[in-house]
């Protein structure tokens, strides 16, 4: 009987650290230090298309072998489309001072603009660079000049920072991609 309680004091333990909450880091808004002018008073940010993996709540890194791997402790605080999204749309209103909002659409007149951002990558990699690429598209309302662009955009992290590093990472690539829309495909 005394063989089997530190048995039974060791599963007991392994299940209860099995059933243990992941922890869940939200992504910090970094500083906006300039202001851009894009031709539009009004833009909705529709859709934002995430990866699978840029998609799930885990938090992915790529290892050196270019592995995207998880490890189920560490969890994205909100949805990644709908906080990207999110992100986007107050990263493109604090810069330009445009009346911007992710979809759907707030208010009764209709937006001068509409986004939609496909991401082809947005992850941590283990280079100490956070890397997000794709394609925006613009939408006119008016029958203007509709547009379309790509991004290939990356800002460095330090990997032994953990999910906390990565978070801020993405805060930041969020910020530098809406200003390359600004003023790329906003004007």
């Not at 009987?1 to 299940?15: R, V, W």
């Not at 189920?72 to 209103?93: C, H, K, M």
């Not at 082809?120 to 939408?139: K, N, P, T």
Request: glycine share 10%; aromatic share 6%; net charge negative.
């Amino acid at each position: 009987m005394t063989l089997l309680k530190p048995a039974l004091i060791g599963m007991t333990l392994a299940l209860a650290a099995c059933g243990a909450a992941p922890d869940r880091y939200a992504v910090a808004t970094p500083e906006v230090t300039e202001k851009l002018r894009i031709g539009f008073r009004s833009v909705e940010v529709r859709e934002v298309s995430l990866p699978s993996y840029a998609a799930a709540d885990e938090i992915a890194v790529e290892d050196a072998s270019g592995k995207l791997v998880t490890d189920g402790t560490a969890l994205w605080a909100d949805s990644p489309e709908r906080a990207v999204a999110l992100d986007l749309a107050r990263n493109l209103s604090r810069l330009t001072g445009a009346r911007v909002a992710s979809a759907p659409w707030p208010f009764e007149a209709f937006p001068d603009a509409r986004l939609e951002t496909r991401f082809e990558s947005l992850v941590a990699g283990a280079d100490g660079q956070f890397r997000a690429s794709g394609q925006y598209f613009v939408g006119v309302s008016d029958g203007g000049r509709e547009r379309s662009g790509l991004f290939d955009l990356a800002v460095p992290f330090d990997p032994a920072g953990g999910p906390q590093a990565i978070a801020r990472a993405r805060g930041q690539v969020i910020l530098d991609l809406a200003s390359h829309i600004a003023r790329n495909g906003l004007r």
